[in-house]
C-alpha cells in the first residue's frame, strides 16, 4: 500500500475570503435564536412543569448558543461540530419521542425537526470540511 496524501480532495475548496455558507449562516442564526428565545423565555416568568427552573442551568444554556452561534458565524472549526453534535443529539431526541406522539400535529413537528435538523447535520459536513482545508492550506504541506 502507498502512503497516503495528506492534501485534501481536489473538488474540496477551501472557503474563500469573507465567505460564508448558508449552512453556517442558518446554524449561527438558531443558535442564536434559541439562545434569545430561552433567555427571553426566563426573563418572562414561563414555568416548566409547573416550576420556573433554576438561573444557573439556563444562563449556560443561553452562554452556549450565543457562544456556539458566535463561533459559527465566524466559522471557527469547534463550532461548527459542536453544532452537529447538538443537532444529532436532537434529532435523535426527536426521533425517539415520535414514538410516543399522542396527536398529529406533534408528529408533524417531529418529523420536521428530523428532517430539517438532519438536512442541516448533512450540509455542514462540506462547510467543516472546507474549513479544515482552509486550515489545512493555510498551514502548508510539510507542517
Known amino acids: 500500500m502507498g502512503e497516503r496524501d495528506p492534501s485534501p480532495p481536489a473538488e474540496l475548496q477551501p472557503l474563500a475570503p469573507g465567505e460564508r455558507p448558508w449552512p453556517a449562516i442558518a446554524c449561527a442564526l438558531v443558535a442564536f435564536g434559541l ?3 430561552t433567555l427571553g423565555l426566563f426573563i418572562a416568568g414561563v ?5 420556573r427552573p433554576p438561573v444557573a ?12 452561534g458566535i463561533g459559527v458565524w465566524r466559522l471557527r472549526y469547534w463550532a461548527v461540530l459542536a453544532f452537529q453534535a447538538l443537532l444529532a443529539i436532537g434529532v435523535l431526541g ?5 414514538i410516543r406522539v399522542t ?10 425537526v428530523i428532517c430539517a435538523g438532519g438536512a442541516l447535520f448533512w450540509k455542514l459536513v ?3 470540511g472546507r474549513i479544515q482545508a482552509g486550515d489545512h492550506v493555510g498551514r502548508g ?3
Open 35 to 37: 439562545g434569545g428565545l
Open 103 to 112: 396527536s398529529v400535529l406533534w408528529l408533524a413537528i417531529c418529523v420536521g
Open 94 to 98: 426527536f426521533a425517539l419521542a415520535a
Open 57 to 68: 442551568p439556563v444562563l449556560v444554556y443561553v452562554g452556549l448558543m450565543l457562544g456556539l
Open 126 to 128: 462540506r462547510v467543516a
Open 47 to 51: 414555568r416548566v412543569s409547573g416550576t
Open 141 to 143: 504541506a510539510g507542517n
